[in-house]
């Protein structure tokens, strides 16, 4: 049993607590934007927001996560698939296969909530998701257009 | 095998299912939609087909089919402007859809080839899916006529509303489709001269970019049907051996755990409620499988085997000769000679193989990430003893292919499944780890080059010969030459053709392939075989340029001198590079130029390498002519894509083999390119017009050896043995 706060709303949900929380968000909360790609916290598909902080979820198990964390997935990130990262993402048209843009998206909104206006050296740093179709060059442009469109609204969304 | 060629059945039958993401996210299963003549179910409302590519709404949408397969490649996008350009269409209101294959089928091939590789999804496709918009927008004008009793020579199209041109009275498509719809389709339709394009051309954004920022995108990996279960799966890692035992009882009294199956003789699988579940229970299984005769196989026994392939007479195959290169070498003024090596390579594609599967006695249905839905389709009605008429496959985006999904095991191992639990849908989803062990590896290899220059440093000689597993021979035998030979292993280096054709004239040339395979399945890997020709050859061009003490770019551009579309490319990188101007401080530059895919390409790179050793690609710019460029936007995401798959193998990746299992298991081993490492990338979209070529591969060959021949510039020595992270680069 684990009791969740997944993009505003709280469920509970029956789960053995060794689960990594990726795999209870695309299982039991059938959440599957949230991706699976290494399972060993190195692609960053998976990534999610606990408390606002960008975080693997294949990497973490259910039972560390507490009632009172707040999760936000891709799903969560804002109402109407219009943060301001998911804006730039559209304008440029960054995705070619897609899979990754999940996670990437999920790290670009962390990093511009941390650093509004983050250099390329903040890219390089914060931005370590791999994308095997190689749109990292649009990412970049993404990031910066979104910390350009960024007003004081970007967040975490959905009331998380 | 079936063959679908043979095939076909009444239309009337076909059964429709509801699928994919119109449907919210949740598929409903084998849901019948009676009396919508001709139309696809999936979209829900209401319509008429108009001709076989074109479904038009009353509300004047347009749906187009596509047949070839969406992998982030932006073929989607490319073959919708295609046939909205001839259609006459409005843009705005396009969307698209998948025809089944069973589909396809059913209508004898109407929507032809459905496979998605080498580049062709566009190029051989482009000629019938123009036609298939002209043929539908002359019954939508032909029906406005009717309706008006006027000649249809006297209506036009434009944005999807046609005219009445003396009158000025006007109509949509979604207005007279359905008179349309009933017409006969003309036979004969005339295409529009490219001069004429409005869409093709055009950078348009994709279509389906939209629902990959928000999670709703529905890979195969998400798919979710009533009452599924789910499934993971481990097959022999010494490829081929058969399962001796494991502990299914452990396995079984795990939590969620429904059953443990073998698949085939090599292959188990645990079966449990939530695919965490079969995974954790596939660990505890423990299983052993058989002595395999491969058990000892190694890099250095394969490295042996290749190593003598350099030298033998027999099993060598001749891709290209002229003159008689062995003796112009001997006797030249001066000799090269470099042995240069590449390793096995996986795709990785993000999203891992998976395919999920129901079958009954008399049905099987799988959902799948495929490259080739027919192929899916045959190995599913092969897997689950049907005929074909009696199967689909619902094809979903594909999280990545790069080759990789246009093998068919998985599809296979999941309808074998299935097979064990009628009724039930299994979603088999591999492992990381299981994608990394099964892998269609883009073959290990040895190239042994030898150069003749002569008095005043012309090249006079040149003898390749490839030491290499044959793609062909494993992936598709049929395709050998009678002689067994394996003409794809030529790609790039072909005399002559239209395809893949050196460029350089050289009075005395020999290239041979002595094909030596192992037990190690390869197959097509983007950019397949002018991977390891154009890093082989382009590096050790720039080694026989320097001995000349020649300029390498001019050395190339005196070989290809009667190759013009080669060298144009080739002098556009220079140029944006610009080769001849001082670079700035510790930066060395490189070039490369190859064809393939019927795609003239050519790469210059920028690097440093600083006083450690570590090297910076700052800059890659390539130039591509691919006859026509659908949509230059994605041309340039294709390249940048292609620039990021070769560096990464160049510099980082390598399967090895261990007890002839593979070694490297995920990313902590098999580590790519990001962010950080990623250059500057510029593309210089050049179409010349008049052929088709392809778009998704033909870059790669040449990022890799523009970068090595800048790494050589930088060091002073050539790097011939890959990927680059064993060797130690030093600042000259």
């Known amino acids: ?160 | 095998m079936i063959d679908l060629k043979s095939t076909s059945r009444d239309v009337s039958r076909r059964r429709f299912l509801i699928s994919s993401a119109a449907a919210g996210g949740g598929l409903a299963l084998g849901l019948r939609l009676p009396g919508v003549r001709n139309a696809f179910a999936q979209n829900g409302a209401e319509g008429h087909e108009v001709g076989a590519w074109v479904f038009i709404r009353p509300n004047d949408e347009v749906v187009i089919r596509i047949a070839r397969s969406e992998m982030g490649q932006g073929t989607l996008t490319g073959l919708a402007q295609l046939v909205a350009e001839e259609l006459d269409c409005d843009w705005k209101k396009v969307k698209t859809e998948y025809p089944t294959p069973g589909q396809n089928l059913a209508r004898s091939r109407v929507w032809g080839d459905m496979s998605t590789g080498g580049s062709r999804g566009i190029r051989g496709s482009q000629e019938y899916v123009r036609k298939g918009g002209a043929v539908a927008r002359e019954m939508l004008i032909q029906a406005a006529a009717n309706q008006w009793k006027v000649p249809a020579v006297e209506c036009k199209a434009e944005a999807g509303s046609i005219t009445h041109t003396p009158t000025g009275r006007k109509t949509t498509y979604g207005k007279v489709a359905n008179a349309a719809a009933q017409l006969e389709p003309p036979k004969d339709v005339k295409l529009k001269d490219p001069k004429d394009w409005k869409i093709i051309g055009k950078p348009l954004a994709r279509l389906d970019t939209a629902d990959k920022l928000t999670g709703k995108q529905v890979y195969a990996i998400d798919v979710k049907l009533p009452g599924m279960l789910n499934a993971s799966i481990m097959d022999a890692p010494v490829f081929g051996a058969k399962v001796k035992s494991y502990d299914e009882a452990k396995a079984k009294a795990m939590p969620g755990v429904r059953h443990v199956l073998r698949v085939g003789e090599t292959a188990v699988a645990v079966v449990a409620d939530t695919w965490w579940q079969a995974n954790q229970a596939l660990k505890a299984l423990n299983i052993v499988w058989e002595e395999s005769p491969n058990d000892k196989v190694s890099s250095e026994s394969i490295r042996e085997l290749l190593q003598q392939g350099l030298d033998a007479k027999e099993g060598v195959f001749i891709g290209n000769k002229a003159g008689d290169a062995p003796q112009a070498i001997g006797n030249a003024a001066k000799k090269i000679d470099a042995v240069y090596f590449a390793p096995f390579e996986n795709h990785f594609t993000m999203e891992p193989m998976n395919c999920t599967a129901l079958v009954t006695a008399d049905r099987c249905e799988v959902w799948g990430a495929t490259q080739n839905a027919e192929g899916a389709l045959a190995a599913a009605a092969e897997a689950a003893g049907l005929h074909p008429s009696k199967c689909d496959v619902h094809k979903l985006h594909l999280g990545g292919g790069f080759g990789r999904r246009g093998r068919q095991d998985y599809t296979t191992k999941a309808v074998l499944i299935a097979k064990q639990l009628h009724g039930v849908p299994i979603k088999l989803i591999w492992s990381r780890e299981e994608d990394m062990r099964q892998c269609s590896y883009r073959p290990v290899g040895l190239c042994k080059l030898s150069a003749g220059l002569d008095d005043k440093g012309d090249l006079i000689g040149l003898h390749m010969r490839i030491a290499a597993p044959s793609i062909l021979a494993s992936a598709a035998p049929n395709r050998l030459d009678s002689d067994g030979r394996d003409s794809a292993a030529f790609q790039g280096l072909n005399p002559v053709g239209a395809e893949a054709r050196l460029g350089y004239a050289i009075p005395n040339l020999l290239i041979e392939h002595a094909i030596r395979n192992t037990h190690v399945p390869v197959g097509f890997w983007r950019g397949v075989n002018t991977n390891q020709n154009a890093i082989w050859l382009e590096s050790f061009i720039d080694e026989v340029a320097r001995a000349a003490s020649k300029d390498p770019l001019e050395f190339r551009r005196q070989l290809l001198a009667n190759s013009p579309k080669h060298l144009a490319v080739l002098n556009a990188v220079a140029d944006r590079i610009g080769w001849g101007t001082p670079p700035g401080p510790g930066v060395h530059r490189g070039v490369a130029q190859f064809m393939g895919y019927a795609t003239y390409c050519a790469g210059a790179a920028e690097v440093s390498v600083n006083e450690r050793g570590k090297l910076k690609v700052h800059r890659v710019v390539i130039a591509i002519d691919s006859g026509y460029a659908v949509n230059p936007q994605q041309v340039a995401m294709q390249t940048e894509g292609s620039v990021a798959f070769g560096l990464g193998a160049m510099r980082y990746q390598e399967c090895t083999v261990s007890n002839g299992r593979m070694v490297q298991e995920n990313l902590d081993t098999y580590p790519m390119v990001l962010m950080d490492d990623f250059p500057k990338v510029e593309t210089i979209v050049m179409p010349s017009g008049g052929f088709w070529g392809g778009v998704g591969e033909p870059t790669i060959s040449v990022a890799a050896p523009a970068v090595l021949n800048a790494i050589h510039a930088a060091t002073g020595s050539p790097f011939r043995s890959l990927p680059l992270k064993n060797a130690r680069l030093q600042k000259a």
């Open chain 1, 1 to 160: 049993m684990a009791k969740l706060n997944i993009n505003g709303k709280s469920l509970t949900l029956t789960v053995d607590g060794d689960t990594p929380l990726l795999w209870v968000l695309r299982e039991q909360a059938g959440l599957t934007g949230t991706k699976y790609g290494c399972g060993i916290g190195l692609c960053g598909a998976c990534s999610v927001h606990i408390n606002g902080d960008v975080q693997r979820s294949c990497t973490i198990l259910v039972k560390d996560v507490k009632p009172a964390d707040k999760i936000v997935t891709i799903e969560g990130l804002s109402p109407r698939g219009d943060h301001p990262v998911q804006k730039a993402w559209l304008a440029l048209d960054v995705p070619q296969c897609g899979y990754c843009q999940s996670g990437q998206i999920m790290a670009a909104a962390a990093l511009l909530k941390r650093k509004p206006k983050p250099t390329d050296t903040d890219i390089d740093e914060a931005m370590t998701n791999v994308c095997r179709c190689g749109t990292y060059q649009r990412i970049r442009a993404a990031v910066h257009q979104a910390a350009t469109n960024t007003n004081a609204a970007i967040g975490n969304g959905n009331k998380a």
